[in-house]
Nanobody, 118 residues
C-alpha cells in the first residue's frame, strides 16, 4: 500500500499560478512513474502529466503543454505540478497517482481542489 498525499490546491484568478505537491509514504520508493490527473463532476478523469521516476522524462496532455510543468524530488518521494497561466477551465480536482511497474496506475491520492476564477 502506497499512500499519496496532495497539497497546494486553492482558489486563484485566471492568469495566476499554483504549485501542487504529491508526497508518497513508501520507503524506499522506486516506482516506474508518477502522474497527475484531474476531474470535474461532468467529465471523465483526464490525464494531465506524468514523469518517469528513473530518468525524469515527462509527458503532458496537449492542452497543458507550455503551461504546466511536472517535476520530482526523489529525496522527498514527491512530485510537483507547477501550473501557470491558469484558465477557468482548469478548475477541477487534481489527483496524483503512482505506477509501480509500468502497467496500470496502482494507487491514487485523495485529490486537491483547484478553482480558477474568471
Amino acid at each position: 500500500q502506497v499512500d499519496l498525499v496532495e497539497s497546494g490546491g486553492g482558489l486563484v484568478q485566471a492568469g495566476g499560478s499554483l504549485r501542487l505537491s504529491c508526497a508518497a509514504s513508501e520507503r524506499p520508493f522506486t516506482p516506474y512513474s508518477m502522474g497527475w490527473f484531474r476531474q470535474t463532476p461532468d467529465k471523465a478523469r483526464e490525464f494531465v502529466a506524468s514523469i518517469l521516476w528513473g530518468i525524469g522524462r515527462t509527458f503532458y496532455a496537449d492542452s497543458m503543454k507550455g503551461r504546466f510543468t511536472i517535476s520530482k524530488d526523489e529525496a522527498k518521494n514527491t512530485i510537483y505540478l507547477q501550473m501557470s497561466s491558469l484558465k477557468p477551465e482548469d478548475t477541477a480536482v487534481y489527483s496524483c497517482a503512482v505506477n509501480l511497474k509500468g502497467g496500470m496506475w496502482n494507487y491514487w491520492g485523495q485529490g486537491t481542489q483547484v478553482t480558477v476564477s474568471a
